[in-house]
């Protein structure tokens, strides 16, 4: 099965579902098998692969033949992917774009779900649980704290309040599952590649949000996330070098050098030090290293590419 032409457009308006891979072999095929059986007609399948040397993007290539596949001759990060499909997008006739990570699989009737309540100025996120764990959310959908740089409420593995069994308004999704109608990228811009990875969603959802668009919460629509399986995780040294990096980057950019930013820097600064007290007893100063380089380089402006592969220092 290939993925659906724009066809039957009464139903379901065109679709291009967005994909990034980096050396994804490994849950690449559950991730496409999942998508052969969703059952809205009007989608593309958009695949960029970062330099992958595992084969990755023949994987794709070979499981859907019309989906658009673009190659990397060097890691872009999630960001520069993106950007890269993105443009070409905003070319064609496409009505929406769906961000959906290569460690997902989704259901068969969750693009409906989403698109049942999209609109020019309206982005929609489905619910999402951790892979294996049906009755498990990820930390996917929610507010963010701006005095924190952190998720208001941490439900991670939780079954979560009745709020996620409703439509709702959210102020925040990630870009492992978020439906955005086209519009949203000319009025608010593609993603600050700045970032390369993490915290691109939280900076790209206040944007549009603040360029009048709304985020809804559509529990009709079921995600599963194998949370990690692309990157190895926030608990690795990639992961806190570009964590520690790209969080004060996040709140200096959208509360600027005032008083706000201090507040939070300080708190971020004393929470840090705490969790290098932590790995250092617990023999991980790797992830010590790696935080350090992070804040190192987002004080010295280092953003983009930070030179650090999944699982190295």
């Known amino acids: ?58 994987i794709a290539e070979r499981h859907f033949p019309q989906a658009v596949v673009l190659r990397n001759s060097a890691n872009l990060g999630f960001t520069g992917a993106c950007n890269r499909a993105l443009r070409e997008i905003l070319k064609g006739h496409a009505r929406y774009v769906l961000f959906l990570n290569d460690d997902t699989e989704v259901t068969p009737g969750f693009l409906e779900a989403l698109v049942s309540l999209a609109g020019e100025r309206t982005l929609v996120a489905p619910v999402t649980f951790l892979a294996g764990q049906p009755d498990r959310l990820d930390d996917s959908v929610g507010e963010f704290d701006w005095l924190r ?29 978020l439906l955005v109608p086209v519009e949203a990228f000319r009025a608010a811009g593609l993603l600050d590649e700045a970032f390369f990875v993490y915290y691109d969603d939280t900076d790209f959802c206040r944007r549009v949000r603040e360029a009048g668009f709304r985020i809804l919460f559509q529990p009709g629509a079921v995600v599963y996330h194998r949370k990690g399986a692309t990157l190895g995780g926030q608990l690795t040294p990639f992961g806190c070098y570009y964590l520690a990096r790209n969080r004060p980057y996040l709140m200096r950019k959208h509360l600027g050098l005032g008083p706000r930013f201090a507040a939070f820097f300080a708190y971020f600064v004393a929470t840090r030090a705490a969790r290098l007290a932590i790995w250092t007893l617990r023999g991980r100063r790797d992830l010590s290293r790696a935080t350090l380089a992070g804040i190192r380089d987002f004080a010295l402006g280092r953003m983009g590419d930070g030179g650090r592969t999944p699982g190295g220092a």
């Open 149 to 177: 740089g952190a998720w208001k409420e941490r439900v991670l593995g939780t079954a979560g309040g009745p709020e996620y069994r409703r439509v709702r308004p959210v102020s925040s999704a990630n870009l492992s599952c």
């Open 1 to 58: 099965m290939t993925s659906r032409p724009a066809q039957d457009i009464g139903r379901v308006p065109p679709v291009a579902i967005l994909t990034v891979t980096t050396n994804a072999s490994g849950h690449l095929p559950a991730y496409l098998e999942a998508l052969e059986a969703v059952t809205a007609p009007a989608w593309q399948l958009w695949v960029v692969d970062n330099a992958s040397t595992d084969d990755s993007a023949g």
